[in-house]
């Protein structure tokens, strides 16, 4: 690769259906895309690829993942997307929306693509009925052999749950990749030419050094994690992003791009309840089947 090739990465977009109301649906997603998706339309130079790094819906139902594909259509969008899957997706409904399929529909949607020179490697960390995130049995060997493809190519990995920053503190791996996957993660990654891992989920901006990778989490088209609180409040606030990443030889640069926020509060939660309120979320799911 010898000149830079610009992507967008996006993610935690939450789509709902139109048709139904969503109590757990904090802002108009539909609206938060459509600017999204205006912005990446009169970007310049134009990305090669998208990547929409899971909790592509609110629900996992067929119809929102209908309704995502129709704001793609409706945006004009015509460079590869790239999808991964997060905690409030389904593989049911992501599965039969998008390719019709039935058959094997509890699999992980496991994937990988080369564009402009860009190896980029996307997997499933979604568990049913989990907030954080997981492999299954395969998936890192799966993960094994695609990094030894295209090994001259610098690859981007994509996953919705970032790996674990704090390896000893197990009660936030709600917010993260499991910790044992983590490690692992860590071991099958050493001296491989992985530039970043593209994550969402917990609705902030960051970027971090993760044992020489560059991790990126982007806070998404839903809502915002007010950062200046959360040492002890999960505070949600107004406010959606994306992210302009760039590959170049001598590496990975991201810079975010941010839509015009009051920063409102939507709610706000203190640490010490997260638990509580996260396992009530997980009951209402299950009533709502």
Same mark, same amino acid.
């Given at each position: 690769?010898?000149e ?6 996006i ?5 709902g259906d139109?048709?139904v109301e969503?109590p757990h ?8 895309f459509?600017?999204?998706?205006a ?6 130079p134009r990305?090669?690829f998208?990547v929409?790094?899971?909790d @592509?819906?609110? /629900?996992g139902?067929e #119809?929102?993942?209908?309704? &995502?594909?129709? +704001?793609?259509?409706e945006?004009?969008? %015509?460079?590869?997307?790239l999808f991964?899957l997060?905690?409030h997706d389904t593989?049911?409904?992501?599965y039969k929306?998008f390719f ?5 529909a509890l699999?992980?949607?496991d ?6 020179g860009v ?9 049913p009925?989990?907030?954080g995130?997981s492999?299954e ?8 052999a695609?990094?030894n493809d295209?090994?001259e ?5 994509v996953?919705h749950?970032?790996?674990?920053l ?16 983590? @490690?692992?993660? /860590?071991d099958?990654? #050493?001296?491989?030419n992985? &530039?970043?891992i +593209?994550s969402?989920?917990?609705?902030h %901006?960051?970027v ?7 991790v990126?989490?982007g ?18 606030v ?6 302009i990443g760039?590959v170049?030889p001598s590496?990975?640069?991201?810079a ?13 939660t203190?640490?010490k309840?997260m638990?509580?309120?996260?396992n009530a ?7 709502a089947?």
């Amino acid at each position: 690769m010898s000149e830079p090739v610009t992507f967008v990465h996006i993610t935690d977009l939450h789509v709902g259906d139109p048709a139904v109301e969503d109590p757990h649906l904090f802002s108009d997603t539909t609206a938060n895309f459509r600017a999204i998706a205006a912005d990446i339309q009169r970007m310049t130079p134009r990305p090669a690829f998208i990547v929409a790094s899971g909790d @592509l819906t609110n /629900r996992g139902d067929e #119809a929102s993942y209908k309704h &995502l594909q129709a +704001l793609i259509a409706e945006a004009g969008i %015509d460079v590869p997307v790239l999808f991964a899957l997060g905690n409030h997706d389904t593989r049911e409904g992501f599965y039969k929306a998008f390719f019709d399929r039935t058959e094997n529909a509890l699999a992980p949607y496991d994937h990988d693509a080369v564009i402009a020179g860009v190896h980029i490697i996307t997997l499933d960390t979604s568990v049913p009925r989990k907030i954080g995130g997981s492999f299954e049995p395969g998936q890192l060997e799966w993960l094994e052999a695609r990094l030894n493809d295209h090994a001259e190519l610098p690859k981007l990995l994509v996953m919705h749950h970032a790996p674990a920053l704090d390896e000893e503190n197990f009660e936030a791996e709600w917010e993260t990749l499991a910790i044992d996957d983590t @490690l692992a993660l /860590r071991d099958l990654l #050493a001296g491989r030419n992985v &530039l970043g891992i +593209l994550s969402g989920h917990v609705h902030h %901006d960051r970027v971090s050094n993760w044992y020489g990778v560059t991790v990126v989490v982007g806070m998404g088209q839903h809502n915002s994690l007010d950062t200046v609180a959360m040492g002890d409040t999960f505070r949600a606030v107004e406010g959606t992003s994306m992210t302009i990443g760039t590959v170049r030889p001598s590496g990975l640069t991201v810079a975010f791009a941010p839509q015009p926020s009051t920063r409102r509060e939507i709610s706000a939660t203190p640490l010490k309840e997260m638990t509580a309120r996260l396992n009530a979320y997980l009951a209402s799911l299950e009533a709502a089947e």
